[in-house]
């Protein structure tokens, strides 16, 4: 009877060499002797066979089965021995939403050092995971910019897109007239059509809504005007596009000295300090000279030989001015007789602001009446006669 018996090795194989020791004989073991208390078989090792066990991980909604083993482990590995084993693929049985959704691992293998003494049961394994629903993947666009305000919300700013369908809704909504200012929010709520599998989203951005600039209409600008008239309503007559007030130089009340191509500027400063800037617009206008008021009465009649004087000669002008005489029927100062004789007087105003002016009246120069003296006749001495 053999007391022991042992492999070559522990490693699988067949006809594999089996030592047995320590044979002793029972019975009428007094009849017989044992030539060895050792002998050699052979024999078969066969693989032992592990279960394998995996896990898998939840996931978020991808509208895919895939699925990502987390582990595997084997089950009857016996101590001092090294065995693990891998997935080759996974998949869940749906790509829809859920929870303990069946995850199959398929391709299992086994390695280390130990692993040509075992066998896999199978080489599949179930284990389950969740799908998630996926927040669906919105985004605005960067590249909204700056724009002025007065610009009403509208397609160029409310851009949004996502990467399934569904509808948006914003906050200012389309048609809002933003304040201006840098740094304001607009935000977007993303409703998926796939309620089961997305969730709801949501997105901002940054605007910036700049300050608009009126704009400044100076009415018939550029046309003509006199110069004596101080500037007013008629040339400071500027509109702009919002309320505020407007600031002219030269000021209102001004008196421009004549001459072409004399700048009129206004600045104008808006009510509404922050959606508005301040504007300035120009205009050219030219200043005509003044034609002078030359004001000369008709003078009395005077008679031929009565030379032109002050009384006659008594034209003024609204300025000051030189101002020549000049009588028909010649040049000194006695004219002679006649009705209506005409009389014009030349002004030429100093400074050149003004241009020359002309006017005439008639003067009557009557007949004069000869004055006769009788003269005492000289007498004749007493020698004269004789």
Same mark, same amino acid.
């Given at each position: 009877m053999p007391a022991a018996a042992n492999f070559d090795t522990a490693n699988v194989a067949s006809a594999k060499t089996v030592t047995a020791t320590g044979l002793t004989l029972g019975g009428a073991a007094g009849n017989y002797t /044992?030539?060895? *208390?050792?002998? $050699?078989? *052979?024999?078969d090792i066969t693989a032992k066979t592990l279960t394998a066990t995996v896990t898998a991980a939840d996931k978020t909604y991808d509208a895919t089965t895939s699925a990502t083993i987390n582990s595997c482990t084997l089950a009857g590995v016996l101590s001092g021995d090294t065995v693990t084993c891998a997935a080759g693929s996974a998949t869940f049985a749906s790509a829809s939403v859920g929870t303990g959704k069946t995850v199959t691992a398929t391709g299992i293998t086994r390695s280390g050092g130990s692993a040509v003494n075992y066998a896999l049961l199978s080489t599949t394994a179930t284990t389950t995971a969740a799908i998630s629903a996926a927040t669906a993947d919105d985004h605005v666009a960067d590249a909204i910019g700056e724009f002025g305000y007065g610009t009403a919300l509208s397609a160029t700013q409310l851009n949004a897109t996502a990467s399934v369908p569904g509808t948006f809704v914003y906050t200012p909504a389309t048609g809002v007239v933003l304040n201006a200012g840098v740094g304001q929010t607009l935000s977007v709520t993303f409703t998926p059509t796939d309620s089961?599998?997305? =969730? =709801?989203? *949501?997105?901002? $951005? /940054? /605007? *910036?809504?700049?300050?608009? =600039?009126? =704009?400044i209409t100076l009415v018939d600008a550029g046309s003509d005007c006199v110069r004596d008239p101080a500037l007013g309503a008629t040339q400071l007559n500027a509109t702009a596009?919002?309320? #505020?007030?407007?600031v002219y130089t030269p000021p209102a009340g001004t008196v421009l000295t004549a001459g072409a191509g004399q700048t009129l500027s206004v600045t104008f400063t808006p009510t509404d300090g922050v959606n508005y800037t301040t504007a300035t617009a120009t205009v050219l206008i030219t200043v005509n000279k003044v034609t002078p008021t030359i004001t000369w009465p008709t003078p009395a009649a005077i008679?031929? #030989?009565t030379a032109l004087s002050a009384t006659q000669l008594s034209a003024t002008a609204s300025v000051p001015?030189? $101002?020549? $005489?000049?009588?028909?029927?010649?040049d000194g100062p006695e004219r002679r007789r006649g009705p209506d004789l005409v009389g014009d007087v030349h002004g030429r105003p100093t400074g050149a602001n003004y241009t020359p002016a002309t006017a005439s009246v008639l003067l009557t120069v009557n007949k004069a009446t000869p004055t006769t003296s009788r003269g005492r006749r000289p007498r004749r001495s007493p020698t004269a006669r004789r």
């Open positions: /044992l030539s060895s *208390t050792t002998a $050699v078989t *052979t024999a089961t599998n997305y =969730t =709801t989203a *949501t997105g901002s $951005v /940054l /605007l *910036t809504v700049n300050k608009a =600039t009126p =704009t596009s919002a309320p #505020g007030t407007f008679a031929y #030989g001015g030189n $101002v020549r $005489v000049h009588a028909g029927g010649g």
